[in-house]
């Protein structure tokens, strides 16, 4: 794992959860400039409000940001706004650092406040055992997850070679309460403001944004990107060749993360993509390749390991975009081997045990070639089953 | 069962499937003005397509509705709408009316062209046995139903007695490509096209519109509702006393049938009513009860008998409505009693053995009080057991 230059991290266990780690720290030793994207909920967790604000004021001064996981600090009223504030307040004493330098996160159950004593124990722990690894982070904010995410990679731009990491959380809503995927990317790229909220947008749209567990939106998700420039390349404007270079970058880790959450999708056996090709327009497809994977019927067939081509053509047809049905060829694809299912709309005949065999595989793919524009994009989902219902029905009691 | 007069029935085994009825006839000894209501998906089966355009051209002339179950006739090409059509064309030679006066249904399988052979020998048996007798044809049109889906009411407009009967299929996208909701409702009322229209109109967005299984929109959904004036009242303009009275009597027959839908859910064990009151506006009102009972984690939860009530505020807060998340009250209901769970979008402390206990009975009420309008909507959903998964992993193969 590369780590970007002046970045420290840290993970502890606070006790808010029983046995593991449950707050975590990542510390810039010098200003960033941040951008994030929030949940799209009418119901926003406290540290989401927090955030959205301090974005607004200090987007190029962000210093640490402090995860909890366990509590969500959702449906929380003012006492939840208090205590957002307070875990600000907090990290910002123990990093001597502008309280308005500092973004909180947190992850866990709804409607239960933090206990603040432990949080404030656990943020002076983490501020002592700050270090280069990333690892005790990415272990403090999992909640049901059960693997690490993290992901880096480095691209040379203006000759510097810059680094960019990523560590998020998630596996859906996965946690009967425990609704939220969380990413924070780090990079010493040096980057104008402007530049990096285009390129934050951008890749969000084509990656956390094109994954779905149970379809259920948290009131938590979050994805914030630092960069605090200590590559030493020149600041990276809009649109410039720097620009995409950074932005392939970061959408690798993007992209990288985006799958590993659903790997890790509650009960889930399989990762399915959905790859929607030659559509009309991007909106369209985009809301077809997520409507494929977010159909319980889509997810419950490949689980089964059938190949029921069916369900995908109804679930394009209800995703919301318009298009001509009877255009559609239809492929299932994996690691052995791709079959045509379907054509111009119709079903054609093809091997009911080949089929099976392509979709026995860990990744399946499906291929949706619209055959009426020239747009493609691409949704990754996992399947659904009997151990995602028991999960989530047994949780909490 | 109260049948309206003039209606005949049938329904007879044809051998598109391997054992139980699959095709069905409702007739009426003369033209009756009709309705339909049919799937939003892009991509609609052959039927929908064909009674569409009969609808357009004669709907104060129908006088039968063929159904078919086994087979949809969806993905189905132009040699779809040839069989569609041959279906009206036979059944309209059996009965003597002309082939614009009948309509088409099927579900069952996607994908597969019907045994048209199959379906016009049953077109021939089931016109023998035409009697007053609903039960065949209701039986006819099941797929993975496990009930029978019939309810019929009376009610006195004009001095004369109407008689509204609905028969019903569906128990969600159940099958694997056996994806249908289908109701038919028969009336002797006299009623104008205009008027019966905006009748089924606003019936349908509080009933079949109001339900949810497992979110995915057939390619087949269809409720046509049949009013062939016998019961000799004076004709019912929009709007009127009358109006409104067969209005009641219809609505009440769609939401019984909606309520049964979802009961028979695939693999579900409970029904979930969620009752949104002091909406904002009805759009959100309707938005927000829908998205609360097509939750996979609100269903799961209720599956499990868990006060999850996290993900019921959750669920409305991505439910597309815009809302103050602070004025949310939130209650429990069921048979066994009524709880309070939230209060001003916060939780408030309450006996999980009393909630265990009021969440252990057949059917769930979630009721959000929104505290800020007057207005109010129901939905109906089932809960997501690993039942469902079962069925719907397992089917095809």
Chains 1, 2 share one sequence.
């Not at 266990?13 to 810039?28: A, E, M, N, P």
């Not at 985006?258 to 959905?274: F, H, L, M, Q, S």
């Not at 975009?321 to 054509?343: C, H, Q, T, Y």
Request: hydrophobic share 40%; proline share 3%; aromatic share 6%.
């Amino acid at each position: 794992m590369f780590t970007p230059s002046g970045f420290k991290f840290a993970g502890v266990h606070c006790k808010i959860k029983r046995k593991r780690k449950d707050l975590g720290i990542i510390f810039s030793e010098v200003p960033c400039v941040a951008a994030g994207v929030f949940t799209t909920n009418v119901v926003k967790a406290a540290p989401v409000i927090y955030d959205m604000e301090i974005l607004k004021k200090n987007s190029n001064g962000i210093r640490a940001v402090v995860v909890n996981s366990g509590v969500a600090n959702a449906c929380t009223g003012e006492q939840g706004m208090i205590n957002a504030r307070r875990m600000a307040e907090k990290t910002a004493e123990e990093l001597g650092v502008p309280v308005e330098s500092v973004l909180v996160s947190s992850t866990g159950v709804i409607g239960v406040q933090l206990p603040m004593d432990k949080v404030e124990n656990g943020i002076e722990e983490a501020v002592k055992v700050l270090s280069d690894d990333p690892l005790p982070f990415a272990e403090a904010i999992m909640t049901t997850d059960t693997k690490v995410k993290m992901h880096s990679t480095r691209v040379t731009i203006d000759g510097k070679e810059i680094t960019v990491l990523g560590i998020a959380k998630g596996s859906g809503m996965i946690h009967p309460n425990m609704a939220t995927m969380l990413s924070f990317i780090t990079t010493d790229a040096k980057i104008s403001e402007e530049a990096l909220k285009k390129l934050l947008k951008l890749s969000v749209d084509d990656s956390y944004n094109m994954i779905d567990v149970d379809g259920d939106t948290s009131t938590n998700d979050m994805v914030i990107v630092l960069a605090n420039g200590l590559a030493g390349n020149t600041t990276i404007q809009p649109e410039t060749d720097g620009f995409w270079k950074l932005y392939e970058a970061v959408h690798e880790v993007n992209q990288v993360l985006a799958e590993k959450i659903v790997e890790d999708g509650e009960g889930a056996t399989k990762v399915i993509e959905a790859h929607v090709v030659n559509a009309p327009d991007m909106k369209s497809a985009r809301l077809i390749a997520r409507s494929i994977v977010s159909s319980n019927l889509v997810k419950t067939a490949v689980y089964g390991e059938d190949a029921n081509w069916g369900r995908i053509i109804a679930a394009a047809g209800y995703s919301g975009a318009a298009f001509d049905p009877n255009k559609l060829d239809l492929f299932f694809e994996s690691e052995a081997g791709r079959i045509k299912v379907a054509e111009n709309g119709q079903g054609v005949p093809f091997d009911e045990e080949e089929a099976k065999k392509i979709l026995s595989e860990k990744k399946i793919k499906i291929i949706l070639d619209m055959k009426q524009g020239k747009e493609a994009a691409k949704a990754w989902g996992c399947d659904l089953t009997e151990k995602y219902v028991e999960i989530n029905g047994r949780y909490r009691t």
